[in-house]
């Protein structure tokens, strides 16, 4: 059991309940015991209540900080940490295709690396549960999947990894090169077989599968109707990246007929099962759309400003009610992955569009939590803190310099610069601790990323 005392607390519950100074306690099931004003009250020792019986307890004091429920980020490609810094200045379709000969080199340790480094990254950086969209399968990469699932045991984070895939090589119009595509056939059977293997819908879990050929530009029609077919079977989500640039609006309305938004609506990919990635070019209309099918938007603000693709309209989209959470993108698209960072750079780009009024601090914080948790189908137990939730938790620390004279803590959390972690909590596992991760050696982590961005360079030579 853990309590959290004397911090002030945003709760992003419906009401918005916030506690100048307040407390959380955590039972031993991992689950939020109580919050409220004050200090709280402990339970009997060996009273089994709400909290579950407990045996001893873990007093924190939160003293200059604020506790947040724990960040989710919606959009990830964990494999792109081994090959940051390509192509800084091209357009996502030049990006792509510098980077997909390197790709082809791909492989289980490669992987293992990345995922473990990644994850542990955005640890740090206020991350309680990331999906991430893999869609690179070389024939000789080994078992990939496996290799993300336990990296992501390693670092002791709520994972969501999606089974991407590609079968629209070059040759048939597509624009990714043959060698780094699948068939068609041998994508879904591996699609389901992640399902199958992996996916735990329990609401606890720490793992669930989901569904994400690539981009309308890599994948066929038949892909995406038949593995929207296949997560619906297994009562799984479904992602793929759409909108995401200008280039890609003119591809669909050159080889479909539509837009983007128009094309997956034609191939069963709006719903609320499904979460879309970027979503940046978008008229009113394919916003009334989202809004009437329940489809949500994971915000890439940053990867979207790096590679120059625009500004999402996210003002737009909540107006509407569209779910819209937030994404760090490719490791390689946004090279600094702080996804405690991510808040202020999605504040700042709906500012740049609507002006100062467009994204306040505390709407930015609900995109990064429960934003985040719409996105993935788990705002019944993530995204608030709440008796019966999952403590979820990240606990900041406001009281340094670079924080000082910020009187309020939200607006000191979104407009300053990234806080340190006191304290990042999964289930009420310590998973970050005084800034440091707990589970797992960073600079172990290090070399393991060195080394696999070596031995992809070197492939591609």
Not at 44 to 49: E, I, L, N
Not at 195 to 220: E, G, K, N, Q, W
Request: with cysteine.
């Amino acid at each position: 059991m853990i309590l959290i005392e004397n911090c002030a607390i945003a709760t992003v519950d419906a009401a918005g309940t916030e506690y100048v100074e307040g407390h959380v306690l955590v039972g031993d099931d991992g689950r939020i015991a109580s919050v409220g004003a004050g200090s709280g009250t402990l339970p009997q020792r060996g009273h089994a209540g709400r909290a579950g019986r407990f045996q001893s307890v873990r007093r924190v004091d939160g003293t200059g900080c604020l506790l947040t429920p724990g960040l989710v980020n919606t959009h990830h490609h964990l494999y792109q940490w081994a090959t940051r810094g390509f192509a800084p200045d091209g357009t996502l379709f030049e990006w792509l295709t510098t980077l997909y000969p390197i790709w082809a080199g791909l492989d289980a340790e490669v992987v293992s690396a990345t995922t473990a480094a990644g994850l542990g990254w955005l640890a740090m950086s206020g991350c309680t549960t990331s999906t991430d969209h893999h869609y690179v399968y070389p024939g000789a990469g080994g078992d990939l999947m496996a290799a993300q699932v336990e990296a992501a045991r390693e670092v002791g984070l709520r994972f969501h990894p999606t089974r991407g895939s590609m079968d629209l090589g070059r040759s048939a119009g597509g624009l990714p090169p043959d060698e780094v595509v699948e068939k068609t056939d041998d994508a879904l059977a591996a699609t389901e077989e992640a399902i199958t293997r992996y996916h735990d819908p329990a609401p606890d879990s720490m793992l669930r599968i989901a569904v994400a050929p690539c981009s309308p530009f890599s994948v066929t029609g038949r892909l995406m109707e038949e593995a929207a077919a296949l997560a619906r079977r297994h009562g799984v989500r479904l992602h793929t990246h759409l909108a995401e640039t200008g280039d890609e609006t003119d591809f669909c309305r050159e080889q479909f007929g539509c837009t983007p938004v128009d094309y997956a609506e034609r191939l069963g990919w709006l719903g609320t099962d499904v979460w879309l990635a970027h979503a940046v070019h978008l008229d009113d209309a394919a916003i009334g759309k989202l809004a009437a099918t329940g489809t949500a938007v994971a915000h890439c603000p940053s990867s979207n400003a790096r590679l120059g693709a625009g500004m999402a309209r996210v003002r737009e989209l909540l107006d509407a009610g569209v779910p819209v959470g937030l994404g760090v993108d490719g490791a390689a698209s946004q090279e600094a992955n702080q996804l405690g960072a991510e808040l202020r750079q999605a504040l700042y780009t709906a500012r740049s569009r609507g002006g100062p009024t467009a994204l306040t601090a505390r709407e930015a914080l609900r995109l990064g939590t429960m934003g985040g948790a719409r996105c993935l189908g788990r705002e019944a137990d993530l995204g608030s803190i709440e008796q019966g939730k999952l403590a979820d938790l990240a606990l900041w620390r406001l009281d340094d310099l670079g924080h000082v004279g910020i009187d309020d803590p939200v607006t000191a959390l979104v407009f300053g610069p990234p806080a340190t972690l006191e304290l990042l909590t999964v289930g009420g596992r310590t998973i970050v601790e005084y800034g440091e991760l707990r589970t797992a050696d960073d600079r172990d982590l290090t070399r393991r990323t060195s080394r696999a961005h070596r031995a992809l360079l070197r492939r591609a030579r």
